[in-house]
């Protein structure tokens, strides 16, 4: 059974640094897209960063790139969310999510990765509050 399982959130103030975790537990998979979710209260869950695993190639939001660094830690399987610079429209609760075995072209992952039907599995969520 695949678990996932993040940590990390917290309050800090704007500028601020905070840094996700993300572990997986019975996964077996080796090629597949680890993703970072986001959804503020009355809005609609938005895509924040994702990674190929297997591949290191990411992705960003528009919102975030530049700030936020999506990272992994094989020997742990544990996916990473760096996230500096924090401004107050960062604040929401963080999902992490991942794929069942997935093999694409890069250009395919570029163009898919923000589409959360792509993703099987999800956590339970990491709230991030960020005050001015």
């Known amino acids: 059974q695949v678990q996932l399982v993040e940590s990390g959130g917290g309050s800090v103030q704007a500028g601020g640094s905070l840094r996700l975790s993300c572990v997986a537990s019975?996964?077996?998979?080796?090629?597949?897209?680890m993703g970072w979710f986001r959804q503020a209260p009355g809005k609609e869950r938005e895509a924040v960063a994702a990674?190929?695993?297997?591949?290191?190639?990411?992705a960003y939001a528009d919102s975030v790139k530049g700030r936020f660094t999506i990272s992994q830690d094989n020997a742990k399987l544990t996916v990473y969310l760096e996230m500096n610079t924090l401004k107050p429209e960062d604040t929401a609760m963080y999902y992490c999510?991942?794929?069942?075995?997935?093999?694409?072209?890069?250009?395919?992952?570029?163009?898919?990765?923000?589409?959360?039907?792509?993703?099987?599995?999800w956590g339970q969520g990491t709230q991030v509050t960020v005050s001015s």
């Open positions: 999510a991942a794929t069942r075995s997935r093999v694409v072209a890069t250009s395919y992952f570029g163009l898919l990765w923000s589409s959360q039907n792509e993703y099987a599995y």
């Open positions: 990674m190929y695993i297997g591949s290191g190639v990411t």
């Open positions: 019975g996964y077996s998979y080796r090629n597949y897209w």
